[in-house]
């Protein structure tokens, strides 16, 4: 049974940083791609940023880039998010979420993802 666990959403002010972090348990991936989602109130889940586990390679929503990072740690079995200069719209619960069918292809759709956390509250104060 695999377990995503996400940590480190909280309040911030515009203009600040957080760090998600997201702990697999139950699996050790010799390749998948993980990725991070969001979804605000009445809106529907968006794709924000994701990995591919072997090879470290990115893909970012255009509204994250060069704000956002998503990297890894192999041996820890941890994605993280670093968030800076965030803005009031990227308020929403985030999730973390692990594709295992198509580790070589990075896919945005929230459909074809296999296994998802619980999701962490981040809210931006203007």
């Known amino acids: 049974q695999v377990q995503l666990v996400e940590s480190g959403g909280g309040l911030v002010q515009a203009g600040g940083s957080l760090r998600l972090s997201c702990a697999v348990s139950?699996?050790?991936?010799?390749?998948?791609?993980m990725a991070w989602f969001r979804q605000a109130p009445e809106k529907e889940r968006e794709f924000v940023a994701a990995i591919r586990w072997k090879s470290g390679s990115t893909v970012y929503a255009d509204s994250v880039k060069g704000r956002f990072t998503i990297s890894r740690d192999n041996g820890q079995n941890t994605v993280f998010l670093q968030m800076n200069s965030l803005k009031p719209e990227d308020t929403a619960v985030y999730y973390c979420?692990?594709?295992?069918?198509?580790?070589?292809?990075?896919?945005?759709?929230?459909?074809?993802?296999?296994?998802w956390g619980q999701g962490t509250q981040v809210t931006v104060s203007s």
């Open positions: 979420a692990v594709d295992i069918a198509n580790p070589l292809n990075i896919r945005r759709s929230s459909r074809v993802y296999d296994y």
């Open positions: 139950g699996r050790t991936f010799s390749s998948a791609v």
